[in-house]
T-cell receptor
């Protein structure tokens, strides 16, 4: 069975600072990994995904994530955040041979001026 | 309309009421999902439909009853709910469900904020 742990429930950061949102997963099979973002009063939107190939994945809005198989991590990074990045971010995993998405509990990113 | 739409966006209901949530996807997808999002908890998958057939029911109480009349529409019928059922209910769709290879991306609607009084 897969599981996902997002290590920080809240991350406050100042505008234009770098940010890293941490995600660890556990799985006995190969996995697909995702980051979703949820802006206030909206549904979830896909930021980026790792299916195979290069371990560094680039997504929308300047975000990127790195798949690290040995550390079972898929941390999300952005070199310089904007106020508009304030949102909740969800890491998710699914099994490589088919399987439902398992979500982490979310990280609330708060960008302050 | 594009993407995944949900109506109503907000719903307040008493414990003895019956109401329905509606979801429509305009993406030509074959799979649709209901999720429950409660504060400070991971998203909980409730139901999965593939080509109008229910393929997963995650031990959801019978007071929640899904219906998928065609691959574009999904309903969640609610009756005799409890206050702990108050949450954001999200609908999602994807091209296929549980495909062994390929893209698992799910597209989400904006959700229905449900309050049970």
């Amino acid at each position: 069975a897969q599981s996902v742990t997002q290590l920080d429930s809240q991350v406050p950061v100042f505008e234009e600072a770098p940010v890293e949102l941490r995600c660890n997963y556990s799985s006995s099979v190969s996995v697909y990994l995702f980051w979703y973002v949820q802006y206030p009063n909206q549904g979830l939107q896909l930021l980026l995904k790792y299916l195979s190939g290069s371990t560094l994945v680039k997504g929308i809005n300047g975000f990127e994530a790195e798949f690290n198989k040995s550390q079972t991590s898929f941390h999300l990074r952005k070199p310089s955040v904007h106020i508009s990045d304030t949102a909740e971010y969800f890491c998710a995993v699914s099994g490589g041979q088919g399987g439902k998405l398992i979500f982490g509990q979310g990280t609330e990113l708060s960008v302050k001026p | 309309e594009t993407g995944v739409t949900q109506t109503p966006r907000h719903l307040v209901m008493g414990m003895t009421n019956k109401k329905s949530l509606k979801c429509e996807q305009h993406l030509g997808h074959n799979a649709m999902y209901w999720y429950k999002q409660s504060a400070k908890k991971p998203l909980e998958l409730m139901f999965v439909y593939s080509l109008e057939e229910r393929v997963e029911n995650n031990s959801v109480p019978s007071r929640f009853s899904p219906e998928c009349p065609n691959s574009s529409h999904l309903f969640l019928h609610l009756h005799t709910l409890q206050p702990e059922d108050s949450a954001l209910y999200l609908c999602a769709s994807s091209q296929e469900v549980w495909v062994g290879t390929g893209d698992y991306e799910q597209y989400f609607g904006p959700g229905t904020r449900l309050t049970v009084t």
